[in-house]
């Protein structure tokens, strides 16, 4: 492997356009995230075309600022990463053409990376962590528990069902009024609430299963907000936050043990925008005990960002991984 290898990374698979420069996949020089959250707040969740259009807007002069932080010049670039999926579609094809134009222009390999495989990858990025551990990915989008046995080398243990849990804290916190995103805002009113309050249901599996599935739960909040609406009950926000957390915790924590334990893992990591979660961080950690090792990303590197896909390009890369021109966006793309 070269030394000074820069990997400049891109993503732009929902609402933030974010381009980063990476040295030798681990160590970030810039990692510039500009957020659509402002532009989407008023309808209360992403809007697919908004996305797209923003994403073009933004794109050259987020990746111009990050060259510039990293204090390179586009020449010093060894390899182009880009998200090609999953993800909204019309986002990622922005990120994905910018990536093929830029690897062109410079005369430099093009490789696509699995959101997911970033998100994990985020763990890696200002550290010396390694495989082999099990990771929890928890965003908007996913909630995937993954045995990592290696760089590349995957076993997908449990998925949801239905909801991601990133999605369940987004619609309850609009249900509660409290706005978009709604993770960030349950974890902070939460902390003011009695999760006891209320015995919100978690849905549980075959032993063996380590399915997730949130959509009972969230119905559940929904109808229990019906019902002290229309018997003119009181709602406390902070008890209906802080309960419903719990609830999504306790069955993300629970079956992330039972993984790590049919694994005979040492360390657990988690991934994702669900991943700066304070509720989930604490209880994983005191539930581990000596048990596991806990490991997670900082805040700003579990939510979305184009340096873990600049660190989860160069692993690709250097495993052989490359992609042509005909690199294209999916909305769907499994990693295992
Ligand atoms: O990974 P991410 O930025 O995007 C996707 O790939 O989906 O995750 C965004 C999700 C949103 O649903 C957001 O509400 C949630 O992560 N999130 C949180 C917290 N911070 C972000 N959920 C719970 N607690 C948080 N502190
Ligand atoms: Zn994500």
Same mark, same amino acid.
């Given at each position: 492997?070269?030394?000074?290898?820069?990997?400049?990374?891109?993503?732009?698979?929902?609402?933030?356009?974010?381009?980063?420069?990476?040295?030798?996949?681990?160590?970030?020089?810039?990692?510039?995230?500009?957020?659509?959250?402002?532009?989407?707040q008023?309808?209360?969740?992403?809007?697919?075309?908004?996305?797209?259009?923003?994403?073009?807007?933004?794109?050259?002069?987020?990746?111009?600022?990050?060259?510039?932080?990293?204090?390179i010049?586009?020449d010093?670039?060894?390899?182009?990463a880009?998200?090609?999926?999953?993800?909204?579609?019309?986002?990622?094809?922005?990120?994905?053409?910018?990536?093929?134009? /830029?690897? #062109?222009a410079?005369?430099?390999?093009?490789? !696509?990376?699995?959101? *997911?495989?970033?998100?994990?990858? $985020?763990? +890696?990025?200002?550290?010396?962590?390694?495989?082999?551990?099990?990771c929890?990915?928890?965003?908007?989008?996913?909630?995937?528990?993954?045995?990592?046995?290696?760089?590349?080398?995957?076993?997908?243990?449990?998925?949801?069902?239905?909801?991601?849990a990133?999605?369940?804290?987004?619609?309850?916190?609009r249900?509660?009024?409290?706005?978009?995103?709604g993770?960030?805002?349950?974890?902070?009113t939460?902390?003011?609430?009695?999760?006891?309050?209320?015995?919100?249901?978690v849905?549980?599996?075959?032993?063996?299963?380590?399915?997730?599935?949130f959509?009972?739960?969230?119905?559940?909040? /929904?109808? #229990?907000l019906?019902?002290?609406?229309?018997? !003119?009950?009181?709602? *406390?926000v902070?008890?209906?936050? $802080?309960? +419903?957390?719990?609830a999504?915790?306790?069955?993300?924590?629970?079956?992330t043990?039972?993984?790590?334990?049919a694994?005979?893992?040492?360390?657990?990591?988690?991934?994702?925008?669900?991943?700066?979660?304070?509720r989930?961080?604490?209880?994983?950690?005191?539930?581990?005990?000596?048990?596991?090792?806990?490991?997670?990303?900082?805040?700003?590197?579990?939510?979305?960002?184009?340096?873990m896909?600049?660190?989860?390009?160069?692993?690709?890369?250097?495993?052989?991984?490359?992609?042509d021109?005909?690199?294209?966006?999916?909305a769907?793309?499994?990693?295992?």
């Open positions: 492997m070269k030394e000074n290898f820069i990997t400049l990374g891109i993503e732009t698979s929902c609402d933030e356009t974010s381009v980063s420069v990476v040295k030798d996949g681990r160590k970030i020089l810039s990692n510039t995230i500009f957020s659509q959250i402002k532009q989407h008023k309808f209360g969740g992403v809007v697919p075309e908004i996305a797209s259009r923003q994403h073009l807007e933004a794109i050259t002069h987020v990746a111009q600022k990050s060259v510039e932080d990293a204090g010049d586009f010093d670039v060894d390899l182009v880009v998200t090609h999926g999953p993800g909204l579609v019309g986002a990622l094809l922005v990120g994905v053409s910018y990536a093929k134009g /830029l690897a #062109y410079l005369e430099k390999p093009l490789v !696509g990376v699995n959101h *997911i495989e970033g998100h994990i990858f $985020a763990n +890696f990025l200002e550290s010396d962590f390694v495989p082999p551990f099990l929890l990915v928890v965003s908007g989008g996913h909630s995937h528990l993954i045995y990592v046995n290696d760089y590349g080398d995957y076993e997908l243990m449990g998925r949801t069902v239905d909801d991601a990133g999605e369940a804290f987004d619609k309850i916190a249900a509660l009024g409290l706005g978009y995103p993770g960030p805002l349950i974890d902070k939460a902390r003011l609430g009695d999760e006891s309050a209320i015995s919100f249901p849905a549980h599996f075959k032993e063996d299963n380590l399915s997730f599935s959509s009972g739960l969230k119905s559940a909040v /929904l109808n #229990y019906n019902h002290q609406k229309q018997k !003119g009950l009181p709602i *406390i902070e008890d209906v936050a $802080a309960s +419903f957390q719990k999504v915790v306790d069955a993300l924590v629970e079956n043990l039972k993984a790590a334990r694994k005979n893992v040492k360390t657990i990591a988690l991934a994702g925008g669900v991943a700066a979660n304070s989930l961080r604490d209880e994983l950690t005191n539930r581990a005990g000596g048990e596991f090792r806990i490991q997670f990303p900082p805040m700003i590197l579990c939510t979305d960002n184009a340096a896909i600049a660190c989860a390009g160069y692993y690709r890369f250097f495993r052989g991984i490359k992609h021109f005909t690199l294209n966006a999916h769907s793309l499994n990693l295992v």
